[in-house]
């Protein structure tokens, strides 16, 4: 750990060095995450003629979907990882080698290179979060000190998509490649994570699957945070079980990761 | 240094056929094959020499490697590097060695080579002074002062290995494994590495693996040669033993006065080549002499060389024997 | 005449045995990866999920809401052709788009422009992505639900108008894939475009009486997905009227030709600008 931590700053400017160098790429794919938009614009016409409630009893008319949608482009901002595919390309290349025989695990370096492409998408979502907040209208008397939990459930919904990424990017070990493994959890996570509608208005049962998914505290449950959605209580006992998910997966990552390795150096690459 | 006693590694494989109905068949079933990439290898090296591996592809040569720097767990037999067991992969273990392929690069693509140094320094813990004294002697002995500084995807493919070979010696290895690290190179360029190579092996006492198809990077680097073909161990030696051993002829090199040749050549031994004026010969080793003396008194010759027949023809006649030996042994049990 | 007639005749058949001949590389290639073709097919019913899971959170019954106009059989027709043409998109058109950002980046197009067939036809039909093909399966799907709740089924002409207009907006995506490609001439750096393209196209999810003003104006005209997916299903529901008929296939021909212009133009840059 006391190495880890004397690495940590080459290792962190290096990365967003390399981040910088593909800034347009970068730029493009924040641009092409325009579906919290396209869900905004159907939101807002249906809120205009019909009344909708939301989970506290609150109305969710145009504004609030439009404060829904823009905190979840921030939301997704933030909460994003690369490693699958990253991980997906090195294993095919047989370029996981050259990671392999340097003493850091390659896991550390995923989860750093990750770390380091957040300033340049934060460029994106800070102007976003501003307008945010200049719209105005957040509830009146509503629990502002929800927004001190925001920091922590950020970084434990980042945690779950990282984690969730090593370890479908592991998997491309066993598989040749795990991009098709990847796409079916981002479908799930379209749906459960509150990506496309707000969570509130899920049918129950619906929920219920949802609640006991991963996705929803990747996404919908900071998303509540910030648009200050949420009883204390609840927020509280929703942070609990993030992270729980937080620690599940991290496990997973480890054996599946482990199990890889033990593959790969069987098999070579 | 490194022990080997009786190293295994078999893969079992896929077979695909090819064919639009057989790739539809190989959904739902495939056939897997067993291939012994390095079948009961044994040898030991010592601290500070320069061994090369030779062999065809698919002969076992970079499977070994990997072995040997820790990416293959081994199906059985021993290995041990330096006192460690190298798929532990212990810290300790891979702070000092470096693998370097010339087809797999380590350097990150859009950035200048320079920030995959810091990058290294900070992963192998290598202090400040050391890094900027080593970093130093690097530039200066491979010539890549302004190289490092310009981002990778632009340098030259010679450049870039340049490059590679400082970011992989930055922390100061002892052990090094080169899998084809002049491949794709010009002549000039492979001189340069080559000799860069045998001054740090000089220099730092590092001991130095290296397999290679070019014989010249062989010849010229390594005293020591192993020669491995279908997984197995053929030859251990040098190469002046390996050509006595295995092709124990000379050729002779001869340049006459005018452009014209002697009519009679064939009587002296056989004729590699013919030219104006020129000609090479070949001849049995305790022949050389008699034959030498008889040329130069009959013919007006004016320059004359003596060589060992070309690496590539000694190791092709190796290869071709092994294949008969291994062909008649199969051939027994049928 | 007949001589010009057979001469044409002669030389699509020639392109149509190309493609044959790319699309049974593309299936090879394709084969390969065995896990992809079970998968593909649940991941394409797991996007087709996506696609009408809103609409059904819309018209559920803690929402009880309404896209202005449309019931929720006809808006599932409009999602219905949006999964078919991303279908299309996904199976047929990115890939060939990734081959030729790839191309472009290597250098290696130039062995394109050298064979004697035509270039765009060569690059279009690069490679598909045959596995794709499963989500047609659930685009039928939707459609069949759609009619189920509707009560009626479309009659023959429906039907015909809305083939029509589906092909229509096929080529129309086409185009807009062209105008991508010549962009990669100009842009070095592209890999993401493949990305742009199909958020751009995600548009089409919802019936166009979402927009309002200007959008609605950008939407049909200048990014068409109106043209592409309401379009057809107003042909299917037998509300389509001739006026609009006529805007979709005058759009289509424009757009078609204004693509085909756009690259020859990149191309002849790109052959004069390479030494």
């Not at chain 2, 290679?212 to 390594?222: G, P, T």
Request: hydrophobic share 50%.
């Amino acid at each position: 750990m006391k190495r880890l931590l004397k690495m940590l700053p080459s290792l962190l400017r290096v990365g967003f060095a390399e981040n910088i160098a593909y800034r347009a790429e970068m730029l493009i794919w924040v641009l092409a995450t325009t579906m919290p938009f396209v869900m905004m614009v159907l939101w807002r016409s249906v809120a205009e003629h019909f009344p909708i409630v939301g989970g506290m009893g609150q109305t969710l008319g145009p504004l609030q979907m439009t404060h829904y949608f823009l905190a979840v482009f921030v939301v997704r901002q933030v909460v994003s990882a690369w490693a699958a595919w990253e991980m997906n390309f090195e294993i095919r290349q047989g370029t996981l080698s050259m990671r392999l025989l340097k003493p850091l695990s390659p896991l550390i370096s995923y989860a750093v290179n990750g770390l380091t492409g957040l300033p340049l998408r934060l460029v994106v979502a800070l102007p976003v979060l501003l307008i945010f907040f200049l719209l105005g209208g957040l509830r009146d008397g509503a629990e502002y000190r929800l927004f001190f939990l925001l920091p922590l459930a950020l970084l434990g919904g980042w945690l779950i998509v990282l984690f969730a990424h090593m370890s479908i990017g592991s998997l491309a070990v066993f598989t040749g490649s795990s991009i098709r493994i990847m796409e079916v959890w981002m479908a799930a996570f379209f749906v459960f994570s509150g990506y496309l509608f707000p969570l509130d208005l899920f049918p129950d049962w619906l929920a219920s699957i949802g609640d006991v998914l991963p996705f929803r505290y990747q996404l919908g449950f900071p998303v509540q945070l910030l648009t200050l959605s949420l009883r204390m209580e609840d927020a509280l006992i929703l942070l609990g079980k993030q992270w729980l998910w937080v620690v599940a997966l991290g496990s997973l990552t480890g054996l599946l990761w482990r199990k890889g390795v033990r593959r790969f150096e069987a098999f070579g690459g | 240094m490194i022990e080997v006693e009786n190293l295994k590694k078999y893969y079992s494989v896929f077979r695909r056929e090819p064919g639009l109905k057989n790739s539809l068949k190989a959904l739902f079933r495939r056939h897997t094959t067993e291939v012994k990439a390095v079948d009961g290898l044994s040898f030991h090296i010592s601290e500070g020499k320069r061994v090369g591996f030779l062999g065809p592809n698919g002969a076992g040569k970079t499977t070994t490697l990997k072995m040997l720097s820790g990416l293959l767990y081994p199906s059985g037999g021993k290995v041990l590097v330096d006192g460690h067991l190298p798929h532990k992969r212990e810290t300790s273990f891979l702070k000092k060695i470096i693998l370097v392929m010339g087809q797999k690069q380590q350097l990150l693509w859009d950035l200048p080579p320079l920030e995959t140094l810091e990058l290294n320094r900070a992963i192998y813990e290598v202090p400040m002074p050391v890094f900027r004294k080593r970093l130093g002697e690097l530039t200066e002995l491979l010539g890549i002062g302004p190289q490092l500084r310009t981002p990778t995807r632009q340098l030259s493919l010679g450049e870039r290995m340049k490059c590679e070979l400082a970011a992989g010696l930055i922390h100061g290895p002892k052990l090094l494994f080169l899998d084809e690290p002049t491949i794709g190179l010009d002549v000039s360029m492979q001189q340069t590495i080559r000799e860069f190579i045998r001054s740090y092996n000089e220099r730092e006492g590092a001991t130095l693996i290296l397999t290679s198809h070019n014989m010249d990077d062989v010849e010229a680097l390594c005293p020591r040669i192993l020669v491995i073909d279908k997984g197995r161990l053929l030859f251990d030696g040098s190469v002046a033993e390996l050509v006595a051993q295995v092709k124990p002829e000379k050729r002779i090199g001869l340049r006459f006065e005018g452009s014209s040749l002697p009519e009679n050549l064939e009587a002296y031994g056989r004729v590699i080549s013919a030219g104006a004026g020129e000609a090479i010969l070949q001849l049995g080793l305790g022949e050389v002499s008699e034959v030498l003396g008889q040329l130069l008194t009959r013919f007006a010759i004016k320059d004359l060389t003596v060589e060992n027949p070309p690496l590539e023809e000694v190791m092709s006649e190796l290869f071709s024997k092994h294949a008969l030996t291994r062909n008649e042994e199969a051939a027994e049990f049928s | 005449m007949s001589g010009v007639l057979r001469l044409l005749g002669a030389s699509m058949w020639r392109y149509f045995k190309l493609l044959g001949i790319q699309l049974k590389a593309s299936l090879l290639l394709s084969m390969q990866y065995r896990a992809d073709f079970f998968i593909d097919a649940v991941i394409s019913l797991f996007w087709a999920a996506t696609a009408i899971a809103p609409l059904w959170v819309v018209y559920g019954d803690k929402v009880q809401g309404k896209i202005p106009g449309w019931s929720l059989g006809e808006a599932m027709l409009v999602v219905g052709c949006f999964v078919f043409l991303q279908t299309v998109l996904d199976g047929a058109i990115q890939p060939s788009l990734q081959t030729v950002v790839e191309h472009i980046r290597k250098g290696t197009l130039d062995f394109v422009l050298l064979k004697p067939a035509d270039a765009q036809f060569l690059v279009s039909t690069a490679r598909f992505q045959p596995w794709k093909a499963s989500s047609f399966l659930a685009s039928l799907v939707i459609f069949a639900v759609a009619f189920a709740r509707l009560g009626f089924w479309p009659s023959l002409g429906n039907w015909a108008q809305g083939a029509l207009l589906l092909l229509l907006a096929v080529v129309l995506l086409y185009s807009l894939w062209i105008w991508v490609v010549s962009a990669a001439f100009i842009v070095v750096k592209v890999d993401n475009l493949t990305f742009l393209l199909s958020s751009v196209f995600d548009i089409g999810r919802w019936p166009s009486s979402v927009f309002r003003g200007i959008l609605r104006w950008v939407f049909t005209f200048v990014i068409p997905t109106a043209l592409m997916t309401t379009f057809p299903a107003k042909a299917l529901l037998g509300v389509l009227s001739w006026a609009e008929l006529g805007l979709a296939v005058v759009c289509t021909v424009i757009f078609a030709v204004v693509s085909r212009w756009v690259w020859l133009r990149s191309i002849r840059r790109y052959t004069s600008a390479s030494s």
